[in-house]
């Protein structure tokens, strides 16, 4: 129990990765300070958990205190070995994984405690919580009366998937018409550059997380990006809800090579300005997404892409 007390929650891991990760892309140098707001402001969070990935850095020496307050980089961020916290990542994930199933399967009710859930899964407390947690970062779970929580069984039904596609079909292509639209240059940059990485590769190397974590990017930028606070709270809670969710179709390679190239289409209508194409473009890669088969027939990019390509 002690051991998991004393490590990291690993999303605060992931947090002071991405620190390293704007050090580097700022071309930051040993002794430089780290802003806390700035980095909560990069990231998308409050300064609670960038505080929180800062002692994790200082804790392995990559920052040091300053004496006016917060923390300046101790080493050179190119140098640092990116972080890793994939115990922890993977215990959790396998407990939230169980959860989700089970409910799923109508083997546990929509309403838990955590005493309950130790008890089904022969885990600590602190796990159970850090799962709740996961779940409810995911809008999959939230808290109830006293000390309950409700898991939210809409989300994994048989009919979810068919839903969740509906509800992008409507979202997304909305999203980048709308009339306050802020194109992130800096973002966009930096998502062309993973997605010409793996358009460089083939399908028998395909890396399917740096695909996940590109996807993920990618539809969040288009939530980020549309000028309407409501819309984009909506998108951004589907899509983290969304990644959450076990996969129950497998998606082979190609398919995501496809939808890769896809995003990059898309991508680039963004960056001219064209936003009622990238829309329509939009509306073309969700409908292949949900169907989930690739074009076996030529094994090439879809028609209505074949369109805008260079």
């Not at 998991?4 to 891991?13: A, S, T």
């Not at 169980?98 to 089904?120: F, K, M, S």
């Not at 179709?249 to 995501?256: A, E, G, S």
Request: hydrophobic share 45%.
């Amino acid at each position: 129990m002690a051991t998991d007390q004393r490590r990291p929650h690993h999303r605060h891991v992931e947090l002071a990765q991405k620190v390293l990760d704007i050090a580097i892309e700022r071309g930051m140098s040993p002794g430089e300070r780290l802003a806390e707001q700035a980095i909560a402001s990069l990231c998308n969070v409050s300064r609670t958990p960038v505080r929180k990935a800062f002692q994790i850095l200082a804790d392995r020496g990559l920052l040091t205190a300053d004496s006016e307050g917060g923390y300046v980089l101790a080493a050179d961020p190119v140098a640092i070995t990116r972080l890793d916290d994939a115990e922890g990542r993977e215990a959790e994930a396998d407990l939230s994984g169980a959860i989700l199933r089970d409910l799923a399967a109508g083997r546990i009710p929509e309403i838990q405690t955590v005493a309950a859930l130790q008890r089904r899964y022969a885990v600590s407390r602190l796990a159970v919580q850090n799962a709740l947690i996961k779940l409810s970062e995911d809008n999959l779970a939230e808290r109830g009366a006293g000390q309950q929580w409700v898991l939210k069984q809409f989300a994994v039904s048989a009919e979810a998937a068919v839903k969740s596609y509906e509800y992008r079909l409507v979202m997304e292509p909305m999203a980048l018409t709308l009339p306050d639209f802020k194109r992130d240059t800096s973002a966009l940059m930096s998502l062309r550059q993973s997605m010409l990485l793996l358009k460089g590769m083939d399908e028998f190397n395909f890396d399917r997380r740096l695909f996940e974590r590109t996807d993920l990017d990618f539809h969040m930028l288009v939530a980020r990006g549309c000028g309407n606070p409501f819309v984009a709270e909506a998108l951004a809670s589907h899509h983290r809800r969304r990644r959450a969710l076990p996969q129950v179709v497998h998606i082979n390679n190609y398919r995501l090579m496809q939808s890769n190239i896809e995003h990059m289409q898309i991508l680039e209508q963004i960056e001219r300005g064209q936003m009622e194409l990238a829309a329509n473009l939009m509306r073309v890669h969700i409908q292949l997404s949900q169907t989930q088969k690739p074009r076996i027939a030529g094994r090439g990019v879809p028609p209505a892409f074949k369109l805008v390509s260079r």
